[in-house]
């Protein structure tokens, strides 16, 4: 399999469809509106950014391990240091648990406490 040819015949044209109504570009040829780029849909940056997306995607909503079994590594470490990114709402997560944790004034809240 290509997966050049597999990226540009079929997941970029997938991702450039009409922000107004939603048909491919290729399809767009006989709309009453001109053709406008859905900002709304990712833009293709290529097969290791979607597979860095998806470990990212599945460590933050499960575990790493989930993530290094969808991957297929042998190693969690593998998919820990370079396919699963820091994401911004999970940094800032554990800053308010840091801060909680640091503060001498506040007493400690247990785990299940900082989530909410």
């Not at 044209?13 to 990712?42: F, I, M, W």
């Not at 293709?44 to 470990?55: D, H, M």
């Not at 640091?102 to 909410?116: G, I, M, N, T």
């Amino acid at each position: 399999m290509d997966f050049h040819n597999v990226a540009y015949r079929i997941v970029v044209p997938t991702l450039q469809r009409c922000g107004v109504c939603r048909k491919l570009n290729d399809d767009h040829g006989e709309a009453d509106h001109v053709y406008k780029v859905d900002e709304s849909l990712p833009k293709w940056y290529g097969w290791y950014a979607l597979r860095r997306g998806v470990g990212t995607a599945v460590a933050d909503r499960s575990n790493s391990l989930a993530a290094k079994g969808l991957l297929r590594h042998s190693s969690v470490g593998t998919t820990e240091r370079h396919y699963i990114k820091d994401v911004r709402e999970s940094t800032l997560e554990a800053m308010k648990m840091l801060e909680t944790l640091c503060d001498p004034v506040q007493p400690r809240r247990d785990k299940a406490e900082l989530s909410d």
